[in-house]
């Protein structure tokens, strides 16, 4: 599966980016789908992640809830991550992942807070400096 992921910069601190994720091979409405980060120095994060039809359910780590926003555009097949107030801490490369392996028809009530994310995008960078 290929996920294309885009939107990262610099920015600087209390600042916002949105990132945004496509694929052409599944509708984005249909799998577990999200966002994981790697620090220089950290382990992975699991950011963000949605599930379900319309709407869905989503879910945020402590870390970032309150400011980043994760949504869909079944339009454009595309997942983003609104990221607001942004800090230094924040700063990672983003991957844009999903599971294939458990459409939600199946598995409705697929956990998001702890996704098996079996295929990933590229990652795109993000750096929060002054």
């Known amino acids: 599966v290929q996920l294309q992921a885009s939107g990262g910069g610099l920015v600087q601190p209390g600042g916002s980016l949105t990132l945004s994720c496509t694929t052409s091979?599944?509708?984005?409405?249909?799998?577990?789908i999200g966002w994981i980060r790697r620090a220089p120095g950290k382990e992975r994060e699991g950011v963000s992640c949605?599930?379900?039809?319309?709407?869905?359910?989503?879910y945020y780590a402590d870390s970032v809830k309150g400011r980043f926003t994760i949504s869909r555009d079944m339009s454009k097949n595309t997942v983003f991550l609104q990221m607001n107030s942004l800090k230094p801490e924040d700063t990672a490369v983003y991957y844009c992942?999903?599971?294939?392996?458990?459409?939600?028809?199946?598995?409705?009530?697929?956990?998001?807070?702890?996704?098996?994310?079996?295929?990933w995008g590229q990652g795109t960078q993000v750096t929060v400096s002054s």
């Open positions: 992942a999903a599971d294939p392996a458990h459409p939600v028809v199946y598995y409705s009530d697929y956990d998001c807070s702890a996704p098996l994310f079996g295929s």
């Open positions: 949605i599930i379900g039809y319309g709407a869905g359910r989503t």
């Open positions: 091979e599944f509708s984005v409405e249909n799998f577990p």
